[in-house]
Structures are given as structure tokens and as C-alpha cells.
């Protein structure tokens, strides 16, 4: 890497991800966005805060200063600059730098804290070009292709979540803690996910039996949504092997089996 | 939409689903069965209760009488109306708005709660036209002749709930909280499904030791119903895609594309 | 059925499950196990104890007389008499009557209980020869292959439970619960299968952390017992599939493929 | 089995695992390193360690006696004495020893216990040599190629926790038991992995919709990774199982049993 960079060369490393310095730039913002969200992690520590709060506060204004920096870099190096401002990562990055500045004019920038939090996105497009490219092209296809399918599923999930709730709050009743069915339907997901934090808890003997039900439910419909992605998985990775095929080079059909002797549509010898 | 549809167009708008009419009509149904289960849910919050209870009421009414109105108008647009009324169908509408009237005369109409839930049935029927039909037919075949399976499967559960719930009754005994052999199933329920609310667990080393078995099984046998509903879907799925293969009549070689014209294996014009 | 069927007939009501008569007997069998059960279960509530005691003790005798009879029946009818009653089935049989007798000659007979729930045992007898023999045998076949593998898994979640029970026992201690490695190792279990009773938590950051580890750790391998259920089941079913093969009437191969034309033996022409 | 072997007869009991003299050895380090563990875990127990630590003092400077013989002995029968003493096992091996010799100079030796627990890796080596290889070597493929998809899906999980981490933190706050993010990330896991201690629970309404949300999410995602690990292990084992086909030369038809003679498709004999 030369001294002093060209425009052109300084754009590749910022926008590319496929030699040393490009690379290495990709390694320190990570580096950078991770130390800035343990910052925000350590910060809202109450016994951190209490001593170091300050040190905190100085390290997130100097990590404020170099996102800004990469941020106005970046408008810099696009050729399309309002382009890359609108864009998804464009905003992201944005939002990575502007609840810091916000909080100097704003009280009680509590809320900000998930907003900092956002900039964890921001590693999702340095890993994006990395070598998880072709697994989450395959999870992507697999998930896309079971959405209809989960999303019946989901709608079966609630509406035994309004059942049951409704039902164990007439059951149950505020005496034992299921004081709405809002409260019961809550308690419903809670058992169903196999969760169970036991908050809220089944008194009577007929709850009992009906949590009974929905437990041995929750736990047998579990199959579903896995059998769902596993069964679209197969066939995805199925497909992704299935892939390797002939084209015919006289009739230039495509997707003929690689065991092919002749073309299957002009009968021509491979 | 003309200003006053003929009697036939209006028995399509609302029966059928196939045009901008008829989806909105859907989507009007949809919105207000939403609105009386958010009504009903919000009812039963003691806080909205004691504030709103007025005006949940008056809400209530109004999407009754709506529901009343479409009731009458589903009976008059049948051409069956005894078939329409004692319908699977029929009697859902009904349950939906008959509580409503019945709460005039009665009191202590807790009950009727339950039956107010069971309008979300309606939103099934909805659904069931949209473009989920085709997803809920594979899930429907796949779960169908998993059927036989599940049941052996969920009878070998209560097995061993009926078994260690027994033996967690004698090591633990009711001065542990396992007060009785059924309060020790329900324990091994909530336990084997990997629930675990924690309102009884074990206290004596023994105890601790069978659950830890128990736990561990669960674990384990998750995986069954998992297995047989995937290898059914996959099933389901790949002998959907197989249907469709041709077999060349020359050399005999079959599973070839159905789009071939010439036979891959011998060149034979199909 | 006549009124005095024969011993042969008898026996066929009794042993075999083919015909009315037989599946009539089988179904008494079935209502009195499970009354049986129910009776003893009933019988463990407490409340329903104190009232009850002599109704159940007086039920639990008439059916064990019952038993008793079938007991006696069933010898009388077999063939090898001695085979029966050495058999599986024999033993379960006999034990299901066993505990009432010696309960009138031992004081603390709670241990009984557990053997009286043996009697569901029996259950599976019935059942065994129903429609689930097909259903069993595929279940069987796939869990028997399995075995290998789902063993070398409970290994290692063995290792990874008594490797992080005793991490755990360190870094939190007795004073925060766990007051020693078998306790550890019990939590460990707990929170690794995703049960989370939630008897003992970690309190420590560093013990927080490290339950993290093993929550995300358990959810993740749940994974692996699945997917080696769900490809042996898919491995067995269209294994079973693939049995329908042709047989050579010349060389008697068995075991070719549904659409050869020849031999593979011998080349003859189907 | 001579009542001298020779040292070369000794190498082969103690490094092979192919006959009886050998498996016997196995068998009897297999016991002493689960006694070994058995005296650790005992001694723990407050209760035990009170009435009988010099006991298990005695017992544990007996099996580290045995223990040590035995490291000694590896050393002087391997040929390549650095070779093992430097490799994985060797080390192993050593740390088996140790920190029994070094509790005698060091107070406060708790941290030994650990170390101790890694006895248990000695275990691997035995078993792995027995019956298991097959099957480790399967699942070990299967991993392998699922490793990328699965660091992917723990990155999603882990983005998961950190943003619903965060707002958990901002809407239940402090008095809640949410006293800081890291805390709440540690909620956010314990939830997402439908452990669910309950030991912080959400009190909020606007909370306990949140976690509803993360209890169906967590619900719903576990179907990825076990998509995943059973799509990979089917793979794998039919990939095992396709290995082994024939195709005819003269009419080019493939896949065809192992032990045909004559082609399937036009008698041609192989």
C-alpha cells in the first residue's frame, strides 16, 4: 500500500472485500463496531457506570468520531453519493453515528441505546462478502420456499394461543395469577415454546390437566416447523447438485443430465 | 360494483374469493372478527375493564349486530339454507354472535368468553381460499400418515409419565411437593417436555437423579416426532416432483426429463 | 358366540386378536387396566383419599379378583403352561395382581404402587397387535440403527455436563446453590436439555456467561439426535419403498430393479 | 497371557486395542478413571466430604498411584518417547497426575477439581477405538459440512440477542431485573433457547409481548440448525450409500446394481 493512495484506489478498499488492504480495512471497522458495543454493553453496567462512566463516554465520542470519519469518507469515495446516503447500509451507517450527536442537544437519550445497538448491522454487511456467501444463499432459498408453510403454521400456533388462554383464564381465573386472557394467552406462549419460565403457573387441578395438553402439544408441534426447513433444505442442497448439467452445444438446450450421451432435444452425440 | 349488486352477484361477492369484490368483502369480515377478539381480549384486562367497560360493550354490540346481518344475509344468499345452517361453517357463524344475545337473559356469562374465542375459527375459513391452500394440502398428507406413528409415539410418552411419574411420588414423596401420583405425572410432563416451569422440582439426591434421566430422555426423544414428520414431508414432497418422468421406449431407460424429444441414453426420438 | 364356547374357542378369544368375540375380550382387558390405574391414581390424591379410601380399596379388589381369574384363565388355557407363565407377558400379568395379596400381609406397601403401574404394561400387549405393528416396526428399525449414534451423542453431552458442572461448581459455589458437583452436574442437565426449572440460576457474571454458553450450546445440538432419527426414518421408509424388486423365474435372483427388462443374472428377458 | 510378558508383548496390551489382554487393560483404566471421578464427585458433597474426606483422600493417592505406574509405563514402551509425552493423550495423561502432587504444596487447590474432571477425556481414547468409529466418523463428516451454516445461524441468534437484549433492557428497565444490557442479554438467551429459568421474568405488558415475540421466534428458528445437521447427515449417509453402481457400456444406462451381470436395459453381459 502506497503512501498516499489514489481516490480510485481508496474506493476499492472501502467498497471491495478481495485483496490484503481491503481486507484489513473490513477487519478494523469490526473491530471498531464490536468495541463500540461493548462499550454500550459495559456502560449500562450500574457498577461500571458508577466508576468508569467517564472513560466510557470518552471512548464512545473518539469510536463517534472515526464512524464519521468512515461516514463522510464514504459519501466521498461513491460515485452515486446520494445513492449510497439512501441506500440500506447508507442509512445504517448513519444511524451509527447520529444518536451520539443527538444526545449533546437531548435528555434522556435512553432510547438511543438501541439505535447503538443497530450498528451490530453493520457487521452483517462485512460478513455478507465473506466466505458465508454460498451457505446463506441456500439457507435463504430453503427459508424463502418454507415461508407459506410456516406462516400456516404460525397462525395454527396462535390460534391454540387464544384457545387455550381463553380457556385457562375462565379455568384459572386473577385468584391464580391469570388475571386477563392477554395475561393467559402470554402464559399459553410461554408453555407452548417449551419455555416455561414459571412465573405464572397452573393451580387447579383441571389447569393442571389442560396445561398437561398444550405441554405434550407444544411438544409434539415442534416437528412441524423443523420438518418444514429440513424438508426444504434437502431439496435446496438437492438442487444445488443437481446443478452440474449439460447444454447441448447445436440446439443449446440446457439442464440435461450429466450422464447424457445424446441431447434430449436434437438427439445430437455429446 | 354497481350501487345495488343482484341478488347472484351479491351470493358471489360473499361465498366466493376470486375478485377485488369479494376480497374486499373478506377483508371487511377479517377486520371485524380481529376487532372483537382484540375487543373480548381487552375486556378481560381488569384496569381496561374498569375504564372502557362502557365502551367495549357498546363495540361489542354494534360488531354483533354486523355479525347478525351477515348471519341472515349467509342464509338468504344460500341456495341450501338448511345445508348452509347445520354447515360446519354455519355453526361457527352462529356461535359467533348467539353468546352475545344469550348474556340478555343470563348471568355469569364467564362461559361465553370461550365461545366469543372460537370466532377466530372464521378467520380459518378465509384463509383456507387464499394462497395457502396448496402448502396446507402437503402439510395435511404429510401429518395424515404420520398419524399412526404420533400416536404410538405419544402413547409410549404417557408411558413413561404414568412410570416416573409413579416413582417420583415414592422418592419424593408429598413433602416435596409431589403430593400425589397425578400431581407427579403433571411434574413429568412439564419436565419431559423440557417445559420445566420449576413451581415442584426435586429435592432429594435420588429425585434429582431420575429427573436428570428423565430430562435427558426427553432431550432425546424430541427427535422422534421431529423424524417421522420430516421423512414424511420429504416423502410428500420429493414423490410430488417424481410424478412427472418419461421412459424411453427403445432402450428401456427411464426417468428421463419430461421435456426430452430425444432419448438421452440412445438418441431415440421420443 | 355360543353360550358355552369351547376350550379351543376360549383360547382363540383369549390369545388371538382376529375376530369379534376376540377383540371384545381385548377391549375388557383394556377399560379394566386402565380403570385399575385410574383407581390408583385417584386413590394418591390425598382429598379424594380421605374420602374415598374404601370405594377404591373395595374397586381395587373386585378388579384384582378379576385379574386374578384372567390370570388363572389365561394358564388354563395355554398350551405350555410353564411357557406362559415364565414368559414377559406372563410375569406382567402375574404382578398386576401380586401387590394386592401381599398388601394384606405387609404394612408400607407404598412401594406396591409403583408395581400396580406396571399393569400398563399390559396395555402395550394389546395394543402390540393392532394396527401399530407396521408402524412399530418401522420405528424400531430406524431407532435400532440410530443406536450407535445417539449413544457416542449422550457421551458427549455426559462430558459436556460433567465438564461444565464442574466449572459451574467453581466459579459459583455453594453460596449461590450449588453446593456440590453432582449439584452442578444436575443443574448442568437441567439447563442443557432446555428444561430451566430455574431451582438453582447462576448469580456470578462469569457463571452467567458461562450459562450462556450451554444454553446456546444445548439448543444447538439438539439438532444432532434429530437429524439422526429423521435420516435413519428416511433411510428405513424408502428402504421399504424399494422392496417391491423383481424376481428371475429362471435364476431365481431376487432383489432387481421394478423396471429392468433383463435379468442381471442371467440376461433372460422378463 | 505369559506370567512375564516381554516388553514388546506389553506395548501391544497397553497402545492396541485387539484382544483380550489388551481390552482387559482398557476395561481396568476405564474403571480406575471412573472411580477416579466417582471420589471427586463424592467428595464435593459437603455432607460426604464431613464424615468421609480421608477416605476418599486415601482412595484418590491410590488410583494417582496407579495413574502415575501407568504414565510411566506409556513412556517407557513407546518408541517415541517425546512423541507421546508431547502429544494430546500424553499430555493428558499428565494432567491426570499432576495436580494431586501439586496439592501438596499449594493450599487452595479447588481450582484442581477441574483439571481432574479432564480425566474423563481419557475416556475418548478408549471408545474411540471401539465400535464407535463408524459412527463418529459420520456424524463427524456431517458437522464438518455444516459447520459454516451453523456459524451463520449462531451469528443471526446472537444479533438476535443483542437488539431484543437491548430493548428489553429500555422497556422493563432496572426495577425489574433487567439491571443492565449484558443482563438482559442473558434473559434474551436464556428465552431464545427455551430454557427459561424464570429467575427474570417480564413484568411490563409492552415486555411481556416482546418476549412472546422472542419465546415464537426461538420456537420457530431451532427448526434451522436441525434442518441443517439432518439435511447434511442424509446427505452423507446416501452418498455412502450411491457409491456403489454399475453402468452398461453398450446402451450407457446407469445406475445399476453392484452385482448385475447382465445389463438391465438391453442384456448386454458386463
Sequence with gaps: MSLFPSKSRLAHIVFEHDDEASKNFDLIILVMIMASLVVVILDSEPSLYAK?????????????????????????LSKKKLGYIFSFYGIVDLLAIIPSYLSLFLVGTQFFVVIRALRFLRVVRILKLGR???????????????????????????????????????????????????????????????????????????????????MLLGYAIIAVPTGIVTSELTMASSQALKKERKTCR?????????????????????
Tied chains: 1, 2, 3, 4.
Excluded at 52 to 76: K, M, Q
Excluded at 157 to 166: A, E, F, N, R, S
Aim: charged residues 15%.
Design 52 to 76: 468508569y462512566h467517564n472513560e466510557f463516554l470518552i471512548l464512545e465520542w473518539i469510536l463517534t468520531g472515526l464512524f464519521t470519519v468512515e461516514y463522510i469518507g464514504r459519501i466521498w
Design 250 to 270: 447445436v440446439c443449446k438446450t440446457a439442464n440435461q443430465d450429466i450422464d447424457s450421451i445424446f441431447c434430449k432435444s436434437c438427439g445430437e452425440r455429446f
Design 132 to 214: 458465508y456467501m454460498k451457505e446463506a444463499e441456500v439457507l435463504k432459498t430453503a427459508l424463502k420456499s418454507s415461508r407459506p408453510k410456516i406462516q400456516l403454521f404460525l397462525g395454527t400456533v396462535l390460534t391454540i394461543v387464544l384457545i387455550t388462554g381463553t380457556l385457562m383464564f375462565i379455568v384459572e381465573g386473577p385468584e391464580n395469577g391469570f388475571t386477563s386472557i392477554a395475561m393467559s394467552m402470554y402464559w399459553a406462549i410461554v408453555t407452548l415454546t417449551t419455555v416455561g419460565f414459571g412465573d405464572i403457573t397452573p393451580i387447579t387441578p383441571l389447569g393442571k390437566l389442560l396445561a398437561s395438553v398444550i
